[in-house]
């Protein structure tokens, strides 16, 4: 009996030195798991419970060259639905089938998925604001509006093709928003609550909200004041002339920035949908390739006057057509020039006078100079779908493909080569790279990360040849084809363009591609403008008819937005009679007697106030009105 006694307190004793093990052990574990793994566990507690609703990162915003926005963000929120979470999903289904405008049955597809969140893509997302609203005021449960943006392109229409657009998803697909999506893109975050495995809502948990990250801001060179002109005057001559398309360029010639670029016919980026893809997908200022016509012997006569084959006081007849090879071309003028000098070759347009620079030169010094100011290739701009052109292989340039070369048939250009290359011209002969791209700023503290600078690529002609040039195309607007580009005040200087349109070997009649590429000032070039009309209607088909009159217009109103002012000195307009109205300097009247005042022979005076002593005049001494206008004038005493 003492022995069992023995052995039940030796078993009891073990029993409770191992419950006090146990309970030692529990304890450990209880302590390691709330105080060294509870962070861990509850970390995976509340992922296996969470569900997340990604909210999109917002892209960056694309700023003018003053640092004015052309594209930002709008509110826009999508759709996300918990299915286990909606007890009456006939309903919601209806309900969100009219708000959507969709489908019944799709919507109710996506409510009776086995999943534990879905989002309603494509019909959810980016939601309207009204849209939005009557999802928030029914207030479903399981109907959940997450954050999100879409793009806001703030002018519509204009400079579409250089921004181009992005899909569903934010992603850039064409443009800016493309070639440098990786930078506008921002990070995604996200939306958090929490449910337990039948999706029900635990409600002691409260949900997260990771923000999204805001991309990188692009600055462009373009100055939207400038970008609206262009696109306006566009407009204008689209309703005045409906051609089958049109271009215009503005760009500086000292640094190869952009200031505007359009494309017509244009389309809206935020309803790129609506559009055929032949719209949205040419931006013809540097996809476009053709004959540029006479714009071309800018590039011919720049190369004659650096290898010295000729002389602008040097005296050159056109019977009105050369013949070369036993082939007659023909001038534009019928009857020809006459005699002339080659300053007035290139201010008449004179196609024999080019030919005869083109064989002075050969081919094979003419073609280097087409070359050098970047014809047959890519200028490399910053914008996708460029296209290179087409030069005369050198070995098949005969005689007649060397004469026609020289005023511009043969060849196929773009605008933006073009303009680059008239630019050379006129700047001192230095070829630069064209850019849209100006710098690319952190969002929020705006300091700068990249800075564009401008790229020269070579020295085509000297600083003496290119003042030459200018020379020549300031009498071309004064007194030849492009009179009417002439601006009082400012030295506009510009070359004409009448392209004949090729289609099967065949050239069109009655079918042509107008143009005018004006620059100024011309003694210190700040802007050069390139407009370019296909088949322009109900009008002459001459690029000095109906090209020249629309850059004017537009220089006339850019060079103040640019700063530039008006000058006293300029070479006098060369007046056609009944065609060309004459300007007169006025006068200084102030302090002068009523009765010494010169006669209104050109001008009529109208006077105020009482006296014989002039006060005050308007316009000012100095400044040139038209022919016909009045003088204001302010009468005192003595």
Same mark, same amino acid.
């Given at each position: 009996m003492d022995d069992y006694l023995v052995i039940m307190e030796k078993r009891l004793r073990f029993l409770m030195l191992m419950f006090v093990v146990l309970v030692i052990v529990l304890v450990f574990r209880l302590a390691f798991v709330q105080f060294v793994s509870g962070e861990e566990i509850t970390a995976k507690a509340l992922e296996l419970w969470s569900r997340n609703i990604p909210v999109e990162g917002q892209r960056g915003t694309i700023y003018d060259r003053k640092g004015r926005p052309i594209v930002n963000n709008k509110l826009a929120p999508s759709l996300a639905v918990i299915p286990r979470q909606i007890s009456n999903k006939e309903e919601v289904a209806e309900f969100l089938s009219d708000v959507l405008d969709t489908e019944y049955e799709e919507i109710l597809r996506h409510l009776?998925?086995?999943?534990? /969140?879905?989002?309603?893509?494509?019909?959810?997302?980016?939601?309207?604001?009204?849209?939005?609203?009557?999802?928030?005021?029914?207030?479903?449960?399981?109907?959940?509006?997450?954050?999100?943006?879409?793009?806001?392109y703030l002018y519509g229409t204009y400079l579409a093709h250089v921004l181009g657009f992005v899909g569903i998803d934010n992603q850039g697909i064409t443009g800016i928003e493309y070639i440098y999506d990786d930078i506008l893109m921002g990070e995604a975050g996200r939306s958090s609550f929490f449910t337990d495995a039948k999706g029900y809502a635990l409600e002691h948990l409260y949900g997260t909200y990771s923000a999204p990250t805001k991309g990188m801001d692009i600055y462009l060179t373009i100055d939207i004041d400038l970008q609206i002109l262009l696109e306006r005057v566009l407009e204008n001559t689209q309703a005045k002339y409906s051609p089958d398309q049109m271009l215009g360029l503005m760009m500086n010639p000292k640094t190869g920035e952009i200031y505007a670029m359009a494309s017509y016919p244009s389309y809206n980026p935020e309803e790129y949908q609506k559009y055929d893809q032949e719209i949205y997908n040419r931006n013809l200022p540097i996809w476009m390739s053709y004959e540029p016509g006479s714009t071309f012997k800018i590039v011919t006569y720049a190369a004659g006057l650096e290898e010295g084959v000729f002389r602008m006081d040097e005296h050159f007849y056109d019977p009105g057509y050369a013949i070369v090879e036993g082939v007659r071309i023909k001038d534009w003028k019928a009857g020809g020039h006459g005699h002339q000098t080659f300053l007035e070759v290139i201010q008449n347009s004179c196609n024999p006078g080019f030919i005869a620079i083109g064989q002075r030169l050969g081919k094979e010094?003419?073609?280097?100079?087409?070359?050098?100011?970047?014809?047959?290739?890519?200028?490399?701009?910053?914008?996708?779908?460029?296209?290179?052109?087409?030069?005369?292989n050198l070995d098949n340039v005969g005689p007649v493909e060397l004469a026609t070369a020289s005023f511009g048939q043969g060849n196929a250009v773009t605008p933006i080569q073009l303009v680059t290359a008239?630019?050379?011209?006129?700047?001192?002969?230095?070829?630069?790279?064209?850019? /849209?791209?100006?710098?690319?700023?952190?969002?929020?503290?705006?300091?700068i990360v990249y800075k564009q600078q401008p790229q020269f690529v070579r020295q085509v002609i000297s600083e003496d040849t290119s003042a030459k040039v200018r020379y020549a195309l300031e009498h071309v607007v004064a007194k030849g084809t492009g009179r009417n580009a002439f601006i009082e005040g400012y030295r506009v200087g510009g070359k004409t363009g009448t392209a004949q349109k090729a289609v099967d070997g065949k050239y069109l009649e009655n079918n042509y591609i107008v143009s005018f590429i004006g620059a100024a000032p011309?003694?210190?070039?700040?802007?050069? /403008?390139? /407009?370019?009309?296909?088949?322009?209607?109900?009008?002459?088909?001459?690029?000095?008819?109906?090209?020249?009159?629309?850059?004017?217009?537009?220089?006339?109103?850019?060079?103040?937005?640019?700063?530039?002012?008006?000058?006293?000195?300029?070479?006098?307009?060369?007046?056609?009679?009944?065609?060309?109205?004459?300007?007169?300097?006025?006068?200084n009247l102030i302090g002068k007697k009523k009765s010494e005042l010169p006669p209104q022979v050109y001008y009529r005076y109208q006077y105020f106030g009482e006296g014989d002593i002039v006060k005050f005049q308007s316009p000012a001494p100095g400044d040139k009105i038209p022919e016909g206008s009045i003088i204001y004038i302010y009468l005192d005493k003595e």
């Open positions: 009776n998925k086995n999943v534990s /969140v879905e989002l309603i893509k494509p019909e959810g997302r980016k939601l309207t604001i009204e849209q939005a609203k009557k999802i928030i005021d029914r207030n479903y449960k399981g109907v959940y509006l997450v954050g999100d943006t879409k793009r806001n010094r003419l073609f280097k100079y087409i070359y050098d100011f970047g014809f047959g290739k890519k200028t490399g701009i910053d914008l996708l779908g460029e296209s290179s052109g087409i030069v005369f008239t630019s050379a011209a006129i700047n001192g002969g230095k070829l630069y790279k064209p850019y /849209v791209l100006k710098e690319i700023r952190l969002p929020i503290t705006n300091d011309m003694n210190d070039p700040e802007l050069v /403008v390139y /407009v370019a009309i296909d088949n322009p209607k109900n009008v002459i088909q001459y690029g000095g008819v109906v090209a020249a009159p629309v850059v004017k217009e537009i220089l006339e109103e850019a060079l103040p937005i640019l700063g530039v002012e008006r000058q006293s000195e300029q070479i006098e307009k060369e007046l056609r009679w009944g065609m060309d109205i004459r300007y007169y300097l006025v006068p």
